[in-house]
């Protein structure tokens, strides 16, 4: 879903697809940024302290977060924090067991024959794809019970990080003849293309599934050369049903106490169709952890919004986000009544529904965060320190003395264009309408054929991108059709002359109705028609509207993108200037590179009584039966319905731990000071939600399977014996 | 409005929250639609004659022989501390009729019977000898209300569970909450002879339906009154409340907490448990703060779906919820003699 969305917002410039669609995220790649004239400023002459007194806050040691690099591990504060002496070998070791799966989780190997074990909820994608005709194995789950019986997963991939050098120097020397900030991140950047390049060609040489990516850290303060190995046969072993691996759904999304089996495992092979052998994986640990326990979670974070500037947080909290979160909200309430039907059409609608419903609870989750003022405040505080120390230096007040400034304007001028971007909030999306995302889809694709110079094989792709939109039922459109025009009402104004020529007086609903009752567009196969003979020369009721619409949706997008080009510019000199100052005291922004976070397993106060620290099966089979007659979310598959009496349902299930995760995380071990594993981070709590502007660790969490669990459920449930053979620990 | 407040605040409720809200009123001026149901006479004298105060809490009648159920914590705050010591706290069962508790001190008092005496002469008033009357004037001093209120002075105990089990977690204001707060005592009018009564509320075994209305009998100091709301659910912890919480999360609790703290079942309960069906509904909510303590929670048919024994905010009462009840009565007290006088009115008498 996320992987979709992504495309289309690389193809059309789009810059508003909704974030954090699950703990696992696409993480878009930096764009490189235009030059973008810098306004002559000049620096304050004094600085002045934030009004912040009133809420006694203090600026923490790991407000930034703990996403701590493989390049600067933390053995000092291990060693503070956990009395653990960490050596090189042990982050050796945590390292190499960790993988990334796919394009947006994390994974970890754990069994000598490169078992891979990741979320279900990662493996979605691929159990759909493996199941063969009537089957649906998201619906019944799957179990290899012989390695033959092992499903290849057709371009699924997942990379281990095998080495790490420091490449600074090389790449700084290419910036260091150069005069200008912008041209120098150019320079820098174009060097670090070229080591990757020649890099990866040196280790092909040895080994075609090397590949070497430089990774730039503190926005150029420092570049590393990750050298991966990629496994590109990836076997599906086994997956539980949906419904157990999703137990709660929707509602306990980003809740605890939980109660979840979001569990799944693969198999890396080789070339010659073996299962890898591997000595780079996590032993299963043999006894559970419990509270007060460090834990260590190593994965692949994505990004955060920590390192940006107040005026940043005040136009998301003020601005973006309740304008999107409406439109969220009024998305839901239309797809909400389709949802829990048992057909094709129905399951279109789910899956738009759970992404959008998903994107409404975390963005809710994170304003309520930024409505903290305590929040605020400590980003104020923290703003001010780096502030105060710029000032204090001559050559740093020079280069980054208006810094803060310019951002404040940036921002400024993005809040007189807010109400016109909303009403485009994520159009051109699965979020919202198909018929007019096809439309615009068909829009974009005729209009590249009508230039004539463009590469056949772009065409080709964005046709099969737009092919691949699905059908909702028609009633859903009219609705979504409905609401957007509803939405341009009420940013432009009844007598917007755009607005007028695509309803022509009528109002919304009558516009959207005769449109899905005369539009071709609606059905796929019609719209693949229209697509191949001509789009805008049809003369479908669609052709009028997108016609009237787009050009007003690609100057709004233009003028989107030309804030978020200089704000990432922005952004960038913001990261140096704190490079400057503090160096690698605190770890750089995450990456969706390979972290280690460190915490404690810990229950926390909420609801005005205390969360355990783990959860047990007795609360899973509490909530199959306290919640049937709310829906349908908290069903147990058949088998689990009645346990077998050997199954001591006291074990551990989830549990909640104080390690830094967000978007990527998904799917990562979770390590006891031995690195072994004892669960599988699969979300965060809904207090975790303001984390990606302020790492806080008093109430949120990030909630994992509990090692335990996955094993009883493989034995008592699954009798699942060949993966239990591969991971339990030898005895002795 | 709270609930309406919610459901505006915070969309996940939305579709899980009804428009409805709770409401009250006065005995002496019944409501010709409570909630979408015309209560007649009979009906509002059974809810009026079938609930007791028992100094600052509610108990229900529950059986023609004057055995009547209450919240345990609110029991535990009216019990004279000096001769309570032993049972408040591991708890006390009456195996057979002679061996319920006299409680010292502890009366209750029911509402027999209320009448508009406006304008009337003292001497035109009828009143009986045993019964204790009281005048309360309306809000607007346009209407004398008269109560004729029987006191009895012989309350005795027959159920206190363990407080362990009644207090489990110590969660005052919480839910999902999992408490078997209830006790049970007995009316008596004279020594050894408990009240007869054809006004009591039926036991059920059945939970109360997600947005049923059910309706509470308060008796505060002055005017009995009324509470109407539907069983319902929240929005809480990003996710929304169960209808009813199971044996089975009481279970996950204890272990979960390493069966230490106030999340620690007796090992009586541990070991019984294994034969009980866990998944018997234990706590739910009705929309709306309770009535009063130990208030009995009964549908339109006057069923006793539960007992209220806790308020959520201003916007929820927490209810110990009858077929709860019934499980532990049956599987941790094998309390066979309660059960049959709950279910066939069958009183075990001595020498019977």
Known sequence: MCVRWALLVVLLGVGCAPTAVETARVVERPVIVEEVNERPMTPPATLEEPA???????????????????????????????????????????????????????????????????????????????????????????????????????????????????????????????????????????????????????????????????????????????????????????????????????????????????????????????????????????????????????????????????????????????????????????????????????????????????????????????????????????????????????????????????????????????????????????????????????????????????????????????????????????????????????????????????????????????????????????????????????????????????????????????????????????????????????????????????????????????????????????HYHAYRQVSREWDLPGRWLTPPSGFDLSTPLNLVSTNDITGGNSGSPLLNKELEIVGLVFDGNIESLPNVYLFTDRVARAVSVDAQGIVAALEHIYEADRILAEIRPPRD | MQCALVCIVAFLAAPFCGAQDYERWMFEEPPVDAMGFAPDEFWLENARLGALQLSACVAALVSADGLAVTSASCLRTVLDPATSEDYAVGGFLAAALEEELKLSGLSARQIAGLRDITGLEDADISREPDLDYQVVPREDSTILWEYALADYHDVRLVLLPEAAATEFGAEDGVYPRYSVDFAFVRIYVSEDVPLETESYFAWTERAALLDEVVYQTAIPQVAPMLTAGPAHVYSYNGTVTPPFTTFYGMLDLHHSHGGSGVWTLPARWLSRMSAMDLSSPLNFTVAGPCAQSGAPVFSRDLELLGVAFDDVGETSCVVAAAPGVLTVLRNIYGADHILQELEYQQLSRPNE
């Open chain 1, 52 to 622: 912040v007194d009133e809420f006694d806050v203090d600026v923490g040691r790991f407000d930034g977060g703990k996403m701590w690099t493989f390049d600067n591990p933390p053995a000092d504060w291990l060693k503070e924090a956990y009395n653990l002496d960490a050596d090189s070998a042990w982050f050796a070791r945590a390292r190499r067991g960790a993988l990334r799966f796919g394009s947006n989780c994390s994974a970890s190997f754990v069994s000598a024959s490169a078992l891979i074990m990741t979320n279900h909820h990662c493996a979605r994608e691929s159990i759909a794809e493996v199941s063969q005709d009537e089957e649906d194995l998201l619906e019944v789950g799957f179990y290899a019970a012989a390695q033959e019986d092992e499903r290849k997963v057709a371009d699924l991939f997942v990379e281990q990080l095998l080495g790490i050098e420091d490449v600074t120097a090389r790449v700084h020397s290419a910036s260091r003849i150069v005069r200008g900030d912008d041209e120098r991140v150019r320079a820098r950047r174009n060097k670090a293309s070229e080591i990757e390049r020649a890099l990866t060609s040196a280790a092909a040489t040895q080994d075609s599934s090397l590949r070497v990516e430089v990774v730039e850290l503190y926005s150029g303060g420092r570049y590393a050369a990750y050298t991966f190995r990629r496994y590109d046969d990836v076997r599906l072993v086994m997956a539980p049903e949906k419904r157990i691996g999703y137990f709660g759904g929707d509602p306990d999304n980003f809740t605890y106490p939980r109660y979840a089996l979001d569990v799944s495992f693969f198999r890396a092979y080789d070339k010659d169709g073996l299962p890898v052998t591997t000595s780079d994986y996590y032993r299963w640990g043999r006894d559970g952890v419990g509270a007060g326990d460090p834990v260590f979670v190593v994965g692949n974070p994505g990004s955060t919004s920590r390192l940006g500037t107040v005026a940043q947080l005040q136009y998301e909290r003020d601005y973006a986000l309740p304008r999107q979160i409406q439109a969220l909200q009024r998305r839901v309430a239309i797809l909400r009544p389709f949802v829990g039907f048992e057909t094709d059409a129905a399951n279109a609608v789910e899956n738009v529904f759970f992404s959008v419903s998903n994107s409404f609870k975390a963005l809710t989750g994170q304003l309520e965060g930024l409505k903290d003022d305590t929040l605020i405040a400590r980003r104020s505080a923290g703003e001010y320190e780096l502030r105060e120390a710029i000032f204090k230096s001559d050559s740093l007040s020079a280069h980054y003395g208006t810094l803060f400034q310019n951002m404040e304007e940036l921002q400024l001028s993005k809040r007189a264009e807010a109400q016109r971007a909303a009403a485009f909030a994520f159009f051109g999306t699965e979020a919202g309408s198909h018929v007019l995302m096809r439309a615009l889809y068909g829009y974009y694709y005729a209009s590249l054929q009508r230039r004539g110079f463009v590469d056949e094989d772009e065409l080709a792709n964005i046709r099969k991108e737009a092919l691949a939109v699905e059908d909702l039922p028609p009633e859903v459109e009219e609705s979504l059709v409905a609401v957007r025009l509803e939405e341009l009402r009420e940013a432009l104004g009844t007598q917007d002359p755009t607005f007028r020529g695509i309803t022509g007086g009528l109002v919304v609903d009558t516009v959207a109705a005769h449109l899905l009752a005369a539009t071709a567009v609606k059905d796929s196969a019609g719209f693949a028609e229209l697509l191949d003979a001509g789009f805008l020369g049809s003369d479908d009721a669609v052709v009028p509207l997108i016609n009237g619409l787009a050009p007003l949706y690609f100057a709004v997008q233009q003028q989107m993108q030309s804030f978020n080009s200089r704000e990432t510019l922005l952004s960038g000199r913001l990261a140096q200037a704190r490079f400057a100052i503090y160096g690698e005291t605190t770890p750089p922004d995450a990456s969706f590179s390979l972290r280690l976070a460190d915490g404690v397993v810990a229950g926390y106060s909420y609801n005005n009584t205390f969360a355990p620290a783990h959860t047990t099966f007795y609360g899973l089979y509490d």
